[in-house]
């Protein structure tokens, strides 16, 4: 995503959570309705762009510096929780 590459992946719970919007989804198992899916992100230019934004976009959540700053974030709540007991 970071790349600015389409994403198609199956609608798992876990991958509509962490690629939203960002990606193209299909069926686990539906080998034609997979095969439409990544052809179409291939030859559909506007949606190609779309996906590619929204990719690079939602790529940023998961940089080494947010990760780092959620991480303190948690520790610093967790460090509040247990100040209080």
């Not at 919007?21 to 069926?27: L, V």
């Not at 997979?34 to 779309?50: G, I, L």
Request: proline share 4%; charged share 25%.
């Amino acid at each position: 995503m970071a790349a600015g590459v389409p994403v198609c992946a199956t609608p798992t719970e876990l991958n509509r959570e962490l690629l939203g919007g960002a990606a193209a989804f299909a069926d686990e198992g539906d080998t034609e309705g997979f095969v439409a899916t990544v052809s179409d992100c291939f030859e559909n230019e506007a949606r190609r762009a779309v996906m590619s934004a929204a990719g690079r976009h939602r790529a940023t959540d998961f940089s080494p510096g947010e990760a780092a700053r959620s991480y303190a974030d948690l520790y610093a709540d967790i460090a509040r929780q247990r100040a209080r007991l």
